[in-house]
């Protein structure tokens, strides 16, 4: 069936550093791949998606890179902030709002 | 604009027992999907309801079902409980067709069974 893999489970940085993660999916056919982070206690919600047509994109600190061929894709942060400590969750949908969920990465920034 | 509503927000059920939950939507909002939400699963897709159609389903057991109303608050329900239902349960909506990108979720309802 349908998967997708995420990698760290974890991943601690100094503040400043960079932080990437990594998400592969199994089904060829996604073509719409979101991320979402979700703070403690709170709900997910939408930093970043890409579609299949496009291979990076890029909103401010935040850049996410899709790689058809190898059927991956990652999420790039630069200058990481206190601020940034979350849980962080790549997807993967084809046509649909049925979202294949990563496991999640705890990502934590150290001042 | 309100966001998405779920209630309650928290609840304890015994085994065997039966919940339901409920969610509405953003306002104009047509389409809602439900998410279980476990510290080792992840966020697992339940179904998606559109029009107060069933579009999409997860694997889930036949226990789990849900539907949608014609307003489209939804609920979803669980029979017969079993303690590895235990979860948060997230709703979330989008305006409706296919793939319209963000799902805007909810708090959710954090059930735990005993």
Redesign the interface.
């Known amino acids: 069936g349908e998967n997708v893999e995420q990698h760290p489970s974890t991943l601690s940085v100094q503040e400043g550093d960079s932080a990437v993660i990594k998400c592969t999916y199994s089904d060829s056919a996604s073509n719409y791949f979101p991320w979402y982070k979700q703070e403690l206690g709170k709900r997910p919600q939408l930093i970043i998606d890409i579609r299949s047509n496009v291979g990076e994109k890029k909103d401010q600190r935040i850049a996410v890179t899709l790689n058809k061929t190898a059927k991956h894709f990652s999420l790039h942060i630069t200058e990481t902030q206190p601020e940034d400590s979350a849980v962080y969750f790549c997807a993967a949908s084809k046509d649909t709002d049925k979202l294949i969920f990563g496991t999640g990465t705890r990502l934590q920034v150290f001042p | 604009k309100a966001g998405v509503t779920q209630t309650p927000r928290y609840l304890i059920k015994t085994r065997g027992q039966q919940v339901t939950l409920s969610c509405s939507p953003i306002s104009g909002h047509r389409?809602v999907?439900w998410?279980q939400q476990t510290p080792?699963?992840?966020?697992?897709?339940l179904f998606?309801y559109f029009s107060e159609t069933q579009?999409?389903k997860?694997?889930f057991p036949g226990r789990f079902s849900g539907r949608q109303f014609s307003n489209s608050r939804s609920e979803m329900n669980v029979s017969t409980l079993e303690l590895g239902d235990s979860a948060l349960y997230?709703c979330?909506s989008?305006p409706g067709g296919?793939?319209?990108?963000?799902?805007f979720?909810?708090?959710?309802s954090r059930l735990t069974v005993l």
């Open positions: 389409s999907s998410y080792g699963q992840g966020l697992q897709f998606e579009r999409n997860g694997n997230l979330a989008t296919q793939n319209t990108g963000e799902l979720f909810g708090e959710g």
